[in-house]
């Protein structure tokens, strides 16, 4: 995962003109992408249904 923040951060702070002294920023960023990525891929557990035991 470290290779494809690295990659990410690279192609942000390329995009934005290679400003110095923002490698924190952009690393930031790109895991932050990376990370909402990941988590839009999660699937929600599923919900259980009570059963309701029948008298006798």
């Excluded at 790109?30 to 009570?50: F, N, Q, V, W």
Aim: include cysteine; charged fraction near 35%; charge should be positive.
């Amino acid at each position: 995962m470290e290779d494809q923040i690295k990659r990410r951060a690279y192609e942000l702070w390329e995009a934005d003109g290679c400003p110095a002294g923002q490698d924190q920023n952009y690393w930031f960023k790109a895991l932050g992408e990376l990370a909402s990525a990941a988590a839009k891929t999660i699937k929600p557990a599923r919900k259980r249904t009570t059963r309701v035991k029948k008298a006798a």
